[in-house]
């Protein structure tokens, strides 16, 4: 596959660590017959370690081959889009393969999603069938007459514990273990999944057609499904694993990362598939079920957003342990802190790798080089076959000098084939191979990239990607609120967190409080503003547009007063 391969050396191979080659010969294998390959050469390893319940690789291809019998069983189709509604469980790992190797669609959907926001990824992605918690099947059978959805699967979230439920959860509400009413509509997975036989079924993934759709935001604050190629996702677990020479394969690694998110569904399924890494699952990452899990499986790679890492270090009982078996971290989603560097290192000895990418770019396209010079403030340099350029922001058409500041265009294999649906906005990011980021940064003489802004308007959460318009949006529609703008301001667990500046309509009043509880209402949590303010007015343009940018500088000149 040498069509694939970046011609041209540049600066940054240089500082490349120790057997990272510059370019690949790419095996042509989907992720999907990877999955087949690593069962028939590690069949016995543990594939899945769910909270101390364990899958081999066997195991878990034998649980693809039955799914996927049961969803062509249903009518599923090469090409049909299946919506995957689930945190990371056993399940959603099943499912997103067996969709794929009967060559449809797996749609990644965020769980956490209000009905609202739901309804609109459902109705862009076209999906037929949806797979969810048992708990939210409720959620997806009142946006049925709306959508496209025909059936949906429930899933338990217990069903691969090693223990009774009831002693992990002995204060969840017992609505959440109801057996769930089934029928020719509502099925669930406990139900059907044994039903059909474990025997290999014909692969049909492709390698240049769409494998997965995962949405991301956009300035305009309209989600776009993203669409990635078998072929992407196959050259970007590739790039991943150049980009770390010498892993041990008999290594363990936190599932930190959503698997609805691009870096879950690149790096926590499918590169430790292909490699034949043991996942850590834990369905909702936080701080303490990431302590409790590295405590209690002692995983050699722990990953995750900045936020995860603050947080385990502000455990006591973290700092008190001997984290010796920890050979690696791998950050993203967000910048990483100098300070959080530097203690981890101090506490555990082990590497903290930092990596950049998008959705649109399957997810990486640079990482500190594994086994060379780390740079704090930088997110390394790019993986194998990536090229890299800054352009001016203005017309994105002059390339800058090493250590200006412009936008960042990635051109490589891993690449998106474009925005589902979406042509016009397609053709807006990607030009002639390169794609346009939105994101501001710069190289240093060595090839280290930094991040430095955002063209984009778009807040950065604990690793999750907030778009002011859609908050606008919503809060719009409140009957006391003139006008509204939000931005994201500086938190120092979040790294950002959102805002919102308030107009109220003459003769009305209104509180804090009420803001907040309508934003719950309409919007899922890590999006509802934790910060409000009253304003008189709000600075506009000549044409009466916001001008957010002017909003996010008398923010900071305020803050600048303050400190």
């Known amino acids: 596959m040498k069509d694939l391969q970046l011609k ?102 965020n769980p956490l999603y209000t009905e609202r926001e739901l309804s609109y990824q459902l109705n862009d992605s076209d999906a037929v069938f949806a797979i969810t918690l048992t708990l939210l099947v409720p959620r997806i059978l009142k946006l049925m007459s709306e959508t496209k959805i025909k059936k949906v699967m429930g899933c338990h979230i217990h069903s691969y514990l090693p223990f009774p439920k009831k002693q992990l959860f002995p204060l969840v509400k017992k609505a959440m273990y109801r057996k769930l009413e089934t029928n020719e509509t509502v099925l669930l997975f406990e139900e059907q999944i044994n039903k059909y036989s474990d025997e290999p079924v014909e692969d049909k993934a492709d390698w240049n057609e769409m494998g997965a759709m995962v949405y991301t935001g956009g300035t305009t604050g309209v989600s776009k499904g993203v669409m990635l190629s078998h072929r992407n996702l196959s050259c970007n677990v590739q790039q991943l694993n150049a980009a770390l020479p010498g892993l041990d394969e008999r290594e363990s690694c936190t599932g930190s990362f959503p698997i609805f998110h691009s870096a879950g569904f690149t790096i926590i399924q499918d590169y430790l598939i292909w490699k034949g890494i043991t996942h850590c699952l834990i369905p909702r990452p936080e701080p303490k079920g990431l302590f409790d899990m590295i405590k209690r499986d002692r995983p050699t790679f722990v990953t995750g957003a900045p936020t995860m890492f603050v947080g385990l270090l502000n455990i006591p009982e973290f700092r008190k342990m001997d984290l010796t078996f920890i050979k690696g971290f791998i950050s993203g989603s967000a910048p990483l802190a100098a300070e959080t560097i530097r203690d981890i290192k101090e506490l555990t ?155 109220v309509k003459p003769g009305q009043t209104m509180a804090v409080d009420e803001v907040i509880a309508f934003s719950k209402e309409k919007l899922a949590a890590y999006k509802v503003p934790k910060q409000v303010e009253f304003i008189d007015e709000l600075p506009k343009s000549p044409v009466g547009k916001i001008l957010r940018r002017e909003v996010r500088e008398m923010e900071k000149k305020k803050r600048q007063g303050v400190a």
């Open 8 to 109: 041209e050396k540049r600066i940054w191979h240089k500082f490349y660590a120790p057997g990272t080659p510059v370019s690949i010969d790419y095996d042509k294998t989907t992720v999907t017959r990877a999955l087949r390959r690593t069962a028939e050469r590690v069949p016995d390893r543990v594939a899945i370690n769910y909270m101390g319940g364990k899958m081999t690789y066997r195991q878990l291809n034998g649980l693809v081959n039955r799914f996927a019998r049961f969803l062509m069983a249903q009518g599923i189709k090469e090409k049909d889009k299946v919506a995957v509604i689930m945190p990371n469980l056993p399940q959603t790992i099943v499912a997103n393969m067996a969709i794929m190797r009967i060559g449809a669609v797996a749609v990644q959907n």
């Open 349 to 503: 000895g082990a590497t903290m790798g930092e990596a950049y990418g998008l959705t649109e770019t399957t997810v990486l396209t640079a990482m500190t080089p594994w086994g060379g010079t780390i740079k704090p403030g930088t997110v390394g340099v790019p993986v194998p076959d990536t090229d890299i350029k800054i352009v001016d922001v203005a017309n994105g058409t002059k390339e800058l000098k090493t250590g200006e500041a412009g936008e960042i265009c990635i051109k490589g294999p891993q690449v998106m084939m474009g925005y589902y649906k979406k042509p016009k906005e397609t053709e807006e990011v990607l030009k002639k191979g390169w794609f346009y980021t939105g994101d501001i940064g710069f190289f240093d003489k060595e090839g280290y990239l930094t991040i430095s802004d955002r063209k984009k308007d778009m807040i950065l959460a604990s690793g999750f990607n907030i778009y002011p318009v859609e908050v606008d949006n919503v809060l719009m529609n409140h009957p006391k609120i003139l006008e509204v703008c939000t931005i994201g301001v500086p938190d120092s667990y979040r790294g950002e967190t959102v805002k919102v500046y308030v107009v």
